[in-house]
Nanobody, 125 residues
């Protein structure tokens, strides 16, 4: 079992920044990648960013490249998503997830077995 808990969401004006945190505990040795996904009302959940458990490699959706940065602090078993230059279209519930199923899993929500409860990000125009 892996437990995942997100925090750090909130309300911010367009152009502003937020940092989301994802605390990971449990059988973390089984984890290949950690991912961030988001889901806006009426839309499907979509991939935002991922990082390998050793922190060596990161992956991003095209729509966040250059604006968002995913990182991991090993000592804290915490994954961060730094979000800069936020846009109203970034408004969504953001979810952190742990992939223990596939060494190559990155982009698809079905590859992630453990999910947090989500944290809301609202960007006002």
């Amino acid at each position: 079992q892996v437990q995942v808990v997100e925090s750090g969401g909130g309300l911010v004006q367009a152009g502003g920044s937020l940092r989301l945190s994802c605390a990971v505990s449990g059988r973390t040795s089984s984890t290949y990648t950690m991912g961030w996904f988001r889901q806006a009302p009426g839309k499907e959940r979509e991939f935002v960013a991922a990082i390998t458990w050793n922190g060596a490699t990161t992956y991003y959706a095209d729509f966040v490249k250059g604006r968002f940065t995913i990182s991991r602090v090993n000592a804290k078993n915490t994954v961060y998503l730094q979000m800069n230059s936020l846009k109203p279209e970034d408004t969504a519930a953001y979810y952190c997830a742990a992939n223990i199923r596939s060494p190559d899993g990155r982009y698809w929500s079905t590859e992630y077995a453990y999910w947090g409860q989500g944290t809301q990000v609202t960007v006002s125009s």
